[in-house]
């Protein structure tokens, strides 16, 4: 009389195969959960990169569309205040003067700026140097938070627009063809930021972008 053996338990050979087994499948699960999870790290990281650059870009081109003017048109002060620094990629200042508060008369309150200083955009108001460096005990408020973009351009380019202050910074820009007594300037700003990925740290391989506006800006000053 034969009997039937039922096998009760595993092998030791099988018990390994199924342990490799499950070894690769959850190795598989991991890395799948990894590269989804850095992904969306770079995606959030390049969306706050690309929010940060249109954020500082859409409050300089609201704030420089205002210079020159003024409630007084004869009062010619606030123009003469809008100026770029240099001629040459360094061109990471922009100075301007509006009547902020419509009464027609200049205030130290109503000269502003912008700069890049490090990797970060600034704005201040009071400034009264061209280069933005003066007074020295200024404070600057960031536009730009450097956990989110580093700013590595900020080039304000004017060439192409009508010298119509006197100011020596203009000498060797282009008239346009503008209408009599109306001073038109058509300024350019370019602004490149990156923002950082794994690995940590500056690498050749962190993105970067670049946006660029350009804006006219009229006003009633006399050209010279």
Do not use: H
Request: glycine content about 6%.
């Amino acid at each position: 009389m034969m009997l039937n053996k039922k096998q009760t338990g595993l092998t030791l050979i099988e018990m390994m195969i199924a342990m490799v087994l499950g070894l690769f499948v959850t190795a598989v699960i991991i890395t799948v959960f990894s590269t989804n999870v850095r992904s969306s790290t770079e995606n959030l990281k390049m969306i706050r990169l690309n929010q940060e650059l249109r954020g500082a870009m859409t409050f300089m081109v609201d704030e420089l569309k205002r210079a020159g003017y003024s409630a007084d048109p004869s009062n010619s002060d606030f123009m003469s205040d809008f100026d770029i620094n240099d001629f040459d990629t360094s061109d990471d200042c922009a100075r301007y003067s509006y009547d902020e508060d419509g009464d027609g008369i200049q205030g130290t309150d109503e000269k502003f700026g912008f700069r890049l200083n490090g990797n970060i955009v600034e704005w201040s108001k009071n400034v009264t140097s061209a280069d933005c460096s003066a007074p020295a005990a200024l404070t600057w408020d960031d536009l730009t938070d450097p956990a989110l973009a580093s700013i590595t351009t900020l080039y304000f380019d004017i060439t192409g627009s009508v010298n119509t202050n006197g100011s020596t910074a203009w000498t060797t820009s282009t008239a346009l063809t503008t209408t009599t007594g109306v001073s038109v300037y058509d300024i350019t700003i370019t602004l490149t930021g990156t923002t950082d990925l794994p690995p940590n740290g500056a690498d050749a391989n962190d993105p970067r972008r670049t946006i660029t506006e350009t804006i006219r800006v009229r006003n009633e000053d006399p050209k010279d």
